[in-house]
């Protein structure tokens, strides 16, 4: 079944509004939650001038294919991408920002900066140190490519502006949560790879298997300094080890078990 985008909440444009949509993709099918994330985030941006909920009854398999399914209903000229785990650090300043940097014509996007929160503490370092996303563009400006960690392709030729907005992510509130998360991305991945006109070899996967999974945990762990969040770094470089690992364990079964025919199309 597809994403099925609604809009849930409207208003007319104002002094104190934005020319902006903000979109949701949503995993839970309980209309409770669909609410308190309505009210939540009316009470937090009450800048957007309209909020869409992108909802389906099974699992996203093709998270670029659902965020794309939007893009065409959008009448605002800019669209806002918030997931359902994340928060605006400052909605105060951040409308002060915007409202400066969305009467620019000659801007496509804009990169925010995002933090990463595990076990009620920010992460400094490591991979997720310092990263920036394109969350706010036009519309019209491009589409999302990549089946799981998605992006935003601009199509226009002006490079994305960054911005000092930034935005607190609070997906890994346990290791139990964190490991089903990214055994669900690997298997997505792993399919994706599988599947495209070139898909990577068994002898490709094993040499990747033994090399790539153990340099990421160096890179993120030592690298990037890890270490220096404690605890929490060590279980997100491990985390992302496994990950990493999963992606090509996943796609040596899919070589194993799948019929050539299959692989072929």
């Not at 208003?11 to 993709?25: F, G, I």
């Not at 105060?92 to 929160?117: A, M, P, Y």
């Not at 997720?128 to 990549?146: S, Y």
Request: overall charge positive; charged content about 20%; some cysteine.
């Amino acid at each position: 079944m597809p994403t099925i985008w609604t809009q849930k909440f409207s208003q007319p444009s104002t002094d104190q509004t934005l020319p902006l949509a903000l979109a949701m993709l949503l995993s839970s099918n309980s209309e409770t939650a669909r609410q308190n994330q309505l009210a939540r985030l009316k009470s937090e941006l009450p800048f957007v001038t309209s909020i869409w909920f992108g909802e389906t009854s099974e699992k996203i398999t093709n998270f670029a294919a659902a965020r794309n399914l939007v893009l065409n209903q959008i009448s605002e000229p800019w669209l806002f991408w918030l997931d359902s785990d994340e928060i605006l650090a400052d909605p105060d300043k951040s409308f002060i920002v915007l409202k400066n940097l969305l009467q620019k014509t000659d801007l496509s996007g804009l990169t925010l900066s995002r933090e990463d929160w595990l076990h009620q503490k920010p992460l400094k370092y490591g991979e997720t140190n310092a990263i920036k996303l394109l969350r706010i563009h036009r519309p019209q400006a491009g589409n999302f490519v990549n089946q799981v960690h998605e992006k935003f392709s601009l199509t226009e030729k002006a490079p994305p502006h960054s911005s000092p907005i930034k935005i607190f992510h609070h997906s890994h509130n346990s290791v139990g949560e964190f490991f089903n998360k990214i055994s669900n991305y690997a298997q997505i991945r792993a399919k994706e790879r599988f599947f495209q006109p070139n898909p990577p070899t068994k002898n490709r996967l094993f040499w990747e298997l033994v090399c790539w999974p153990i340099g990421k945990f160096f890179y993120i762990f030592l690298w990037q300094q890890g270490w220096r969040d404690g605890f929490r770094g060590l279980i997100y470089a491990t985390m992302m080890t496994l990950h990493s690992a999963f992606v090509r364990i996943f796609g040596l079964e899919l070589l194993t078990t799948q019929p050539k025919q299959d692989h072929e199309t």
